[in-house]
Protein backbone atom coordinates (compact mmCIF):
# COMPACT_ATOMS: atom_id res chain seq x y z
CA UNK A 1 0.00 0.00 0.00
CA UNK A 2 1.30 3.52 -0.87
CA UNK A 3 0.67 6.31 1.09
CA UNK A 4 1.53 9.93 0.75
CA UNK A 5 1.73 12.05 3.44
CA UNK A 6 0.56 16.13 3.49
CA UNK A 7 3.95 17.31 3.03
CA UNK A 8 3.79 15.09 -0.03
CA UNK A 9 6.10 12.63 1.36
CA UNK A 10 5.45 8.94 0.19
CA UNK A 11 5.25 5.89 2.61
CA UNK A 12 4.89 2.24 1.69
CA UNK A 13 3.64 -0.37 3.64
CA UNK A 14 3.85 -4.35 1.82
CA UNK A 15 0.14 -5.71 2.78
CA UNK A 16 1.85 -9.57 2.68
CA UNK A 17 5.32 -11.55 2.94
CA UNK A 18 7.74 -11.30 0.63
CA UNK A 19 10.30 -13.10 2.25
CA UNK A 20 12.39 -15.19 0.13
CA UNK A 21 10.09 -14.36 -2.66
CA UNK A 22 11.34 -13.48 -6.57
CA UNK A 23 9.87 -9.80 -6.43
CA UNK A 24 8.95 -7.76 -9.79
CA UNK A 25 8.04 -3.89 -9.38
CA UNK A 26 6.22 -2.27 -12.32
CA UNK A 27 6.75 1.07 -12.42
CA UNK A 28 5.47 3.64 -15.23
CA UNK A 29 6.88 7.19 -15.29
CA UNK A 30 3.88 9.47 -15.94
CA UNK A 31 5.44 12.80 -17.79
CA UNK A 32 3.84 15.13 -14.90
CA UNK A 33 5.12 13.41 -12.00
CA UNK A 34 7.92 11.14 -12.89
CA UNK A 35 10.33 12.18 -9.91
CA UNK A 36 7.41 10.71 -7.25
CA UNK A 37 7.24 7.87 -9.49
CA UNK A 38 11.05 7.41 -8.79
CA UNK A 39 11.03 8.16 -5.01
CA UNK A 40 7.91 5.83 -4.92
CA UNK A 41 9.86 2.96 -6.99
CA UNK A 42 12.96 3.19 -4.64
CA UNK A 43 10.68 3.23 -1.85
CA UNK A 44 9.25 0.14 -2.74
CA UNK A 45 12.37 -1.52 -3.47
CA UNK A 46 14.10 -1.46 -0.43
CA UNK A 47 10.85 -1.91 1.81
CA UNK A 48 11.30 -5.81 -0.18
CA UNK A 49 15.06 -5.72 0.21
CA UNK A 50 14.70 -4.99 3.76
CA UNK A 51 11.40 -7.69 4.12
CA UNK A 52 13.94 -10.43 3.11
CA UNK A 53 12.88 -10.63 -0.50
CA UNK A 54 15.39 -13.09 -2.62
CA UNK A 55 15.37 -11.04 -5.59
CA UNK A 56 14.13 -7.64 -6.85
CA UNK A 57 13.21 -6.68 -10.32
CA UNK A 58 12.52 -3.31 -11.05
CA UNK A 59 10.87 -2.70 -14.91
CA UNK A 60 10.81 0.64 -15.85
CA UNK A 61 9.16 -0.01 -19.37
CA UNK A 62 10.31 3.65 -19.91
CA UNK A 63 13.52 4.52 -18.33
CA UNK A 64 13.62 7.71 -16.98
CA UNK A 65 16.56 10.57 -17.70
CA UNK A 66 17.61 8.65 -20.26
CA UNK A 67 18.44 11.18 -22.25
CA UNK A 68 21.06 12.06 -19.85
CA UNK A 69 23.70 9.76 -20.86
CA UNK A 70 26.95 11.69 -21.02
CA UNK A 71 28.62 14.68 -19.79
CA UNK A 72 27.88 16.87 -22.89
CA UNK A 73 29.14 20.63 -21.95
CA UNK A 74 30.78 21.52 -18.77
CA UNK A 75 29.37 20.42 -15.48
CA UNK A 76 26.47 18.54 -17.32
CA UNK A 77 25.51 15.69 -14.80
CA UNK A 78 25.63 11.81 -16.11
CA UNK A 79 21.89 11.28 -14.75
CA UNK A 80 21.15 8.03 -16.02
CA UNK A 81 24.20 6.92 -13.84
CA UNK A 82 22.64 8.37 -10.89
CA UNK A 83 19.62 6.56 -11.81
CA UNK A 84 21.32 3.19 -11.61
CA UNK A 85 23.21 3.62 -8.35
CA UNK A 86 19.95 4.81 -6.96
CA UNK A 87 18.28 1.78 -8.03
CA UNK A 88 20.91 -0.22 -7.18
CA UNK A 89 21.29 1.21 -3.62
CA UNK A 90 17.64 0.77 -3.14
CA UNK A 91 18.43 -2.96 -3.11
CA UNK A 92 17.42 -3.39 -7.20
CA UNK A 93 19.00 -7.09 -8.07
CA UNK A 94 17.69 -6.81 -11.92
CA UNK A 95 16.12 -4.07 -14.42
CA UNK A 96 13.89 -4.64 -17.18
CA UNK A 97 13.34 -1.76 -19.02
CA UNK A 98 12.09 -0.91 -22.91
CA UNK A 99 14.26 0.35 -26.07
CA UNK A 100 16.68 2.64 -23.91
CA UNK A 101 17.71 5.63 -25.42
CA UNK A 102 21.63 4.84 -25.20
CA UNK A 103 22.16 1.23 -25.21
CA UNK A 104 25.16 2.07 -23.41
CA UNK A 105 23.45 2.62 -20.26
CA UNK A 106 22.95 -0.65 -19.32
CA UNK A 107 26.61 -0.88 -18.70
CA UNK A 108 26.24 2.12 -15.23
CA UNK A 109 24.76 -0.69 -14.13
CA UNK A 110 26.57 -3.82 -12.09
CA UNK A 111 23.47 -5.97 -11.96
CA UNK A 112 21.42 -7.56 -14.76
CA UNK A 113 19.81 -4.86 -17.42
CA UNK A 114 17.09 -6.65 -20.39
CA UNK A 115 16.57 -4.71 -22.49
CA UNK A 116 13.68 -5.42 -24.64
CA UNK A 117 12.95 -4.28 -28.36
CA UNK A 118 9.08 -3.03 -29.61
CA UNK A 119 10.87 -3.68 -32.77
CA UNK A 120 9.53 -7.04 -33.49
CA UNK A 121 6.06 -5.86 -32.72
CA UNK A 122 6.44 -2.66 -34.88
CA UNK A 123 7.67 -4.55 -37.57
CA UNK A 124 4.51 -7.01 -37.49
CA UNK A 125 2.26 -3.82 -37.23
CA UNK A 126 3.37 -2.25 -40.32
CA UNK A 127 3.13 -5.92 -42.00
CA UNK A 128 -0.31 -6.27 -41.09
CA UNK A 129 -1.60 -2.44 -41.70
CA UNK A 130 0.67 -1.25 -44.45
CA UNK A 131 2.17 -3.55 -46.19
CA UNK A 132 -1.51 -5.73 -45.39
CA UNK A 133 0.87 -8.94 -45.43
CA UNK A 134 1.31 -12.09 -42.86
CA UNK A 135 4.10 -12.52 -41.16
CA UNK A 136 5.21 -14.80 -43.88
CA UNK A 137 4.97 -11.95 -46.41
CA UNK A 138 1.85 -13.27 -48.51
CA UNK A 139 -0.19 -11.03 -49.37
CA UNK A 140 -4.04 -10.59 -48.26
CA UNK A 141 -6.92 -8.24 -48.74
CA UNK A 142 -5.74 -4.57 -49.03
CA UNK A 143 -3.19 -2.73 -51.58
CA UNK A 144 0.60 -3.07 -50.36
CA UNK A 145 1.72 0.69 -49.67
CA UNK A 146 4.91 1.52 -50.96
CA UNK A 147 6.71 2.30 -47.97
CA UNK A 148 10.37 3.61 -47.29
CA UNK A 149 11.66 3.60 -43.36
CA UNK A 150 12.87 7.11 -42.28
CA UNK A 151 14.92 7.63 -39.36
CA UNK A 152 14.18 11.78 -37.58
CA UNK A 153 18.09 11.88 -36.96
CA UNK A 154 21.27 9.99 -37.22
CA UNK A 155 21.02 8.50 -34.02
CA UNK A 156 17.87 6.34 -34.91
CA UNK A 157 20.06 5.11 -38.19
CA UNK A 158 20.79 1.40 -36.67
CA UNK A 159 17.11 1.10 -35.47
CA UNK A 160 15.60 2.32 -39.06
CA UNK A 161 18.06 0.15 -40.91
CA UNK A 162 17.07 -2.80 -39.11
CA UNK A 163 13.33 -2.41 -39.49
CA UNK A 164 13.87 -1.74 -43.00
CA UNK A 165 15.97 -4.57 -43.35
CA UNK A 166 13.40 -7.39 -41.83
CA UNK A 167 10.74 -5.60 -44.02
CA UNK A 168 12.79 -5.75 -47.15
CA UNK A 169 11.79 -1.68 -47.25
CA UNK A 170 13.98 1.17 -48.22
CA UNK A 171 15.49 3.62 -45.87
CA UNK A 172 15.75 7.20 -45.89
CA UNK A 173 18.08 9.08 -42.70
CA UNK A 174 16.94 13.10 -41.69
CA UNK A 175 19.57 14.95 -40.55
CA UNK A 176 18.71 17.71 -38.06
CA UNK A 177 20.57 20.33 -36.39
CA UNK A 178 18.99 21.76 -32.94
CA UNK A 179 19.70 25.31 -32.16
CA UNK A 180 18.53 24.73 -28.62
CA UNK A 181 16.91 21.58 -26.46
CA UNK A 182 14.07 20.02 -27.84
CA UNK A 183 14.35 22.81 -30.73
CA UNK A 184 15.25 21.85 -34.70
CA UNK A 185 16.13 24.69 -36.65
CA UNK A 186 16.29 22.72 -39.80
CA UNK A 187 16.25 19.55 -41.29
CA UNK A 188 17.78 17.66 -45.10
CA UNK A 189 16.72 14.52 -46.02
CA UNK A 190 19.06 11.73 -47.46
CA UNK A 191 17.29 9.17 -49.64
CA UNK A 192 14.01 9.09 -51.51
CA UNK A 193 10.45 8.89 -50.21
CA UNK A 194 8.61 10.42 -53.56
CA UNK A 195 4.89 8.74 -53.86
CA UNK A 196 5.73 6.23 -50.81
CA UNK A 197 4.56 6.16 -47.82
CA UNK A 198 7.06 7.40 -44.99
CA UNK A 199 7.24 5.77 -41.96
CA UNK A 200 9.15 7.85 -38.91
CA UNK A 201 10.41 5.09 -36.56
CA UNK A 202 11.93 6.76 -33.37
CA UNK A 203 12.62 5.98 -29.85
CA UNK A 204 10.04 8.70 -28.07
CA UNK A 205 8.19 11.36 -29.21
CA UNK A 206 8.17 14.40 -26.39
CA UNK A 207 7.60 17.44 -27.73
CA UNK A 208 6.64 16.35 -31.25
CA UNK A 209 8.56 18.83 -33.05
CA UNK A 210 11.42 16.69 -34.64
CA UNK A 211 8.01 14.83 -35.67
CA UNK A 212 6.30 17.88 -37.27
CA UNK A 213 9.63 19.22 -38.78
CA UNK A 214 10.48 15.38 -40.03
CA UNK A 215 7.02 15.17 -41.21
CA UNK A 216 6.89 18.39 -43.15
CA UNK A 217 10.14 17.68 -44.75
CA UNK A 218 9.23 14.28 -45.58
CA UNK A 219 5.76 15.86 -47.48
CA UNK A 220 7.55 18.51 -48.89
CA UNK A 221 9.96 15.73 -50.44
CA UNK A 222 7.02 14.00 -52.34
CA UNK A 223 6.14 11.71 -49.88
CA UNK A 224 2.29 10.82 -50.21
CA UNK A 225 1.86 10.10 -46.62
CA UNK A 226 3.82 10.41 -43.06
CA UNK A 227 2.67 7.86 -40.35
CA UNK A 228 5.33 7.98 -37.21
CA UNK A 229 5.67 4.96 -35.11
CA UNK A 230 7.36 5.45 -31.88
CA UNK A 231 8.52 3.62 -28.60
CA UNK A 232 7.42 5.88 -26.16
CA UNK A 233 4.69 8.61 -26.36
CA UNK A 234 5.70 10.86 -23.83
CA UNK A 235 3.57 13.85 -25.02
CA UNK A 236 4.89 16.77 -23.18
CA UNK A 237 3.95 20.34 -23.26
CA UNK A 238 2.35 21.38 -26.22
CA UNK A 239 2.81 18.63 -27.90
CA UNK A 240 -0.86 17.50 -28.89
CA UNK A 241 -1.15 20.93 -30.91
CA UNK A 242 2.06 20.29 -32.34
CA UNK A 243 0.75 16.72 -33.95
CA UNK A 244 -2.72 18.32 -34.98
CA UNK A 245 -0.98 21.03 -36.69
CA UNK A 246 1.49 18.49 -38.11
CA UNK A 247 1.57 16.79 -41.35
CA UNK A 248 1.10 13.22 -40.16
CA UNK A 249 -1.73 11.26 -40.43
CA UNK A 250 -0.58 8.41 -37.58
CA UNK A 251 1.46 8.24 -34.54
CA UNK A 252 1.45 5.07 -33.52
CA UNK A 253 2.91 4.65 -29.72
CA UNK A 254 3.60 1.77 -27.18
CA UNK A 255 1.77 2.30 -23.66
CA UNK A 256 5.23 2.16 -21.82
CA UNK A 257 4.21 5.61 -20.79
CA UNK A 258 0.79 6.49 -19.82
CA UNK A 259 -1.58 8.85 -21.82
CA UNK A 260 -4.06 10.95 -20.39
CA UNK A 261 -8.12 10.49 -21.26
CA UNK A 262 -7.73 14.48 -22.60
CA UNK A 263 -4.74 13.92 -25.34
CA UNK A 264 -6.14 10.33 -26.13
CA UNK A 265 -9.72 12.14 -26.93
CA UNK A 266 -8.15 15.28 -28.65
CA UNK A 267 -5.99 12.70 -31.26
CA UNK A 268 -9.36 10.82 -32.63
CA UNK A 269 -9.44 11.68 -35.86
CA UNK A 270 -12.40 9.92 -37.49
CA UNK A 271 -12.11 8.22 -40.54
CA UNK A 272 -11.98 9.88 -43.91
CA UNK A 273 -11.07 13.39 -41.98
CA UNK A 274 -7.37 15.13 -42.22
CA UNK A 275 -5.24 15.27 -38.87
CA UNK A 276 -3.26 13.13 -36.78
CA UNK A 277 -4.63 9.96 -35.55
CA UNK A 278 -3.43 8.53 -32.46
CA UNK A 279 -2.73 4.65 -32.27
CA UNK A 280 -1.55 2.15 -29.62
CA UNK A 281 0.68 -1.15 -29.98
CA UNK A 282 0.48 -3.17 -26.91
CA UNK A 283 3.46 -4.18 -25.47
CA UNK A 284 2.16 -5.53 -22.18
CA UNK A 285 2.27 -9.38 -23.36
CA UNK A 286 5.97 -8.50 -24.10
CA UNK A 287 6.85 -7.24 -20.42
CA UNK A 288 4.96 -10.39 -19.14
CA UNK A 289 6.91 -12.86 -21.21
CA UNK A 290 9.95 -11.44 -20.05
CA UNK A 291 8.53 -11.85 -16.20
CA UNK A 292 7.65 -14.86 -16.47
CA UNK A 293 11.16 -16.21 -18.57
CA UNK A 294 13.21 -14.12 -15.66
CA UNK A 295 11.27 -15.95 -12.33
CA UNK A 296 11.37 -19.71 -14.57
CA UNK A 297 15.49 -18.86 -15.55
CA UNK A 298 14.47 -18.80 -19.05
CA UNK A 299 16.22 -16.92 -21.96
CA UNK A 300 15.21 -13.54 -22.62
CA UNK A 301 16.80 -13.39 -26.19
CA UNK A 302 13.77 -14.64 -28.08
CA UNK A 303 11.98 -11.79 -27.34
CA UNK A 304 14.35 -9.36 -29.09
CA UNK A 305 13.42 -10.87 -32.44
CA UNK A 306 10.46 -11.89 -32.05
CA UNK A 307 6.59 -10.49 -31.53
CA UNK A 308 4.03 -11.69 -28.54
CA UNK A 309 0.60 -10.67 -28.60
Known amino acids: MVLQYSNQETSV ?9 DVFILQSTRPNDINDGLMELLIICNACKTASARRVTAILPNFP ?12 PITAKLMANMLQTAGCNHIITMDLHASQIQGFFNVPVDNLYAEPNSVKWI ?9 SGAQVNGVRDECVIVSPDAGGAKRATSMADKLDLPFALIHKERSRPN ?18 VDDMADTCGTLAKAADTLIKHGAKDVVALVTHGILSGKAVETLQTSSLSRLVITNTVPVSADKIEALKVPE ?36 VS
Not at 66 to 73: F, G, I, S, T, V
Not at 183 to 200: F, H, I, N, P, Q
Open 13 to 21: TIGESVRDE
Open 65 to 76: YARQDKKDKSRA
Open 183 to 200: EVSRMTLVGTVKDKVAVL
Open 127 to 135: RENLMHATE
Open 272 to 307: GQKGCRLEFIDIAPVLAEAVRRTHNGESVSYLFNNP
